[in-house]
């Protein structure tokens, strides 16, 4: 056997000319820079991308993103965009009379937007604080100037509720609605004999002789009585003189009507207080035919404050568990039966409460 030579056995050289070259094998896979990156990020690096791998949530997600998209278009469209073209728009007035600033905000809006011809104001409250009825009354008073407001009483509309009522040109009532109660009360708590009771007590220092006047401490003397009275009798006669002017009635017939009495619908037409007997898809019928807009044009609503897809998701849903339920036959629950519908006269109202509601100490209510 021929001895092979030392530099031919380093060098890996073979006969043949066949190379086998572990060493440098082995030093490239320690040395070569890529080699070095772990298996994990080749994985990561040529693994098919997210929506590739689970395609129906991504092209359904995208759908779902598209139409959303597109109901906002045309809600923007339908509401306020230059498209719109004349509109209707809805003022509503529900439960107690107290904050009423975001109504006067909207009404604001209205004045302000020349494609709104007219307005539907909807009442349904049993009244209020004497001033808050008053400044949202004043409100619609000026709004009706400018243009055609027509009102449709709910199921309860009286002292307050009444008061507001008294801007529109045309009032709608149902037969059955409440409504009436002129005037005013003002309610004090008397609660010095419970604190006698429980041993409690409380002085009062006055620079003026009815700083102190209507203190829940003790009973009215004949000076409080008399002088709340006058206030009162003053805030009673502006409430009389409203009523009046709105309904173009002799101010003697008006001072009869303030009596605090409560009318259903019908005899609130017989006295002059509601022009007509419908629902709320008469009112909106006759103010359509007023301003010449289709009433079966969206009303333009008082925003929520709520999300716009908010107001939509929760629609969607709610419209296929109603209808889901009128398919099997059952009834609605509590909750999902429409509130105030433009064809129906079954709107849900606040607690009736003919004399007025309960106020605080201190405070007037119509």
Request: proline fraction near 7%; charge should be neutral.
């Amino acid at each position: 056997m021929t001895e092979k030579d030392p530099l031919e056995k380093d060098s890996g050289v073979e006969q043949g000319g066949q190379t086998s070259q572990p060493g440098l094998a082995k030093d490239c896979s320690t040395t070569c820079p890529l080699a070095r990156i772990p298996a994990s990020v080749w994985r990561d690096t040529f693994r098919p991308p997210w929506r590739k791998r689970h395609p129906v949530l991504f092209w359904g997600g995208l759908v779902v993103l598209v139409l959303l998209c597109f109901t906002a278009a045309m809600k923007g469209t339908a509401d306020d965009g230059p498209l719109a073209g004349e509109r209707l728009a809805l003022v509503s007035v529900r439960g107690s009379i107290m904050d009423v600033q975001p109504l006067l905000d909207w009404i604001a809006r209205i004045e302000h937007r020349e494609d709104v011809r007219g307005v539907l104001l909807r009442v349904d409250s049993p009244g209020g604080g004497a001033a808050a009825s008053q400044e949202l009354y004043g409100a619609l008073a000026r709004l009706a100037d400018k243009k055609p407001l027509v009102v449709s009483m709910g199921a309860t509309a009286a002292s307050g509720g009444l008061m507001v009522a008294m801007a529109g040109q045309k009032v709608f009532a149902n037969a059955s609605t409440v409504t009436g109660s002129i005037g005013v009360r003002m309610s004090i708590p008397q609660v010095q004999g419970l604190l006698d009771k429980l041993g409690v007590g409380q002085e009062t220092l006055v620079t003026a002789p009815f700083k102190d006047a209507g203190s829940y401490l003790r009973p009215l003397s004949p000076a409080d009585r008399a002088y709340f009275g006058k206030v009162l009798e003053d805030m009673h006669q502006q409430f009389v003189d409203i009523v009046a002017k709105g309904r173009k009635l002799p101010p003697e017939k008006a001072a009869a009507l303030g009596n605090g009495k409560i009318f259903t619908g019908r005899e609130a037409q017989g006295l002059g207080l509601v022009d007509e007997l419908g629902g709320q898809d008469v009112a909106l019928a006759h103010l359509a035919a007023l301003t010449h807009v289709p009433a079966s044009r969206p009303l333009l609503r008082q925003p929520s404050g709520k999300p716009w897809w908010q107001e939509e998701l929760r629609g969607s849903v709610r419209g296929l568990l109603v209808a889901f339920f009128q398919a099997c036959g059952l009834a609605l629950p509590e909750g999902f039966a429409p509130v105030d519908t433009l064809a129906g006269n079954g709107a849900q109202s606040a607690p009736l409460s003919p004399a007025g509601i309960g106020m605080p100490f201190f405070l007037y209510s119509l």
